[in-house]
């Protein structure tokens, strides 16, 4: 069986847990903390398929590479020393007092 073939035959599934979870719902009401919880996290799964599908691309098609974040040059330059007026040094305690 394909991926497209499994994700489908899962959203059959989730489509028929709907269902008898709407019945469900007419038998005992919709107003329990326990049954917005089950149409919660059946919402939360028909997400997740739909993730999973979009993830997996077309039928036919290979799944992407997973894209590599982009790298951040840090150049070897001093920094600016006006940028740690206002700070101690971290660790070392306050300039004029001495440390423990």
Not at 42 to 68: F, M, T
Request: hydrophobic share 30%; proline share 8%.
């Amino acid at each position: 069986m394909s991926v497209h073939d499994d994700l489908t035959s899962v959203q059959r599934s989730l489509d028929d847990l709907f269902r008898s979870v709407g019945r469900l719902e007419k038998q005992i009401g919709s107003g329990g903390l326990e049954m917005r919880r089950v149409r919660a996290d059946i919402n939360h799964l028909r997400e997740s398929v739909e993730l999973l599908r979009e993830a997996a691309g077309e039928p036919g098609e290979k799944p992407a590479a997973p894209k590599r974040p982009d790298l951040v040059t840090i150049p070897d330059t001093p920094y600016d020393p006006s940028l740690w007026t206002d700070s101690d040094d971290e660790g070392l305690g306050a300039r004029d007092r001495r440390a423990p």
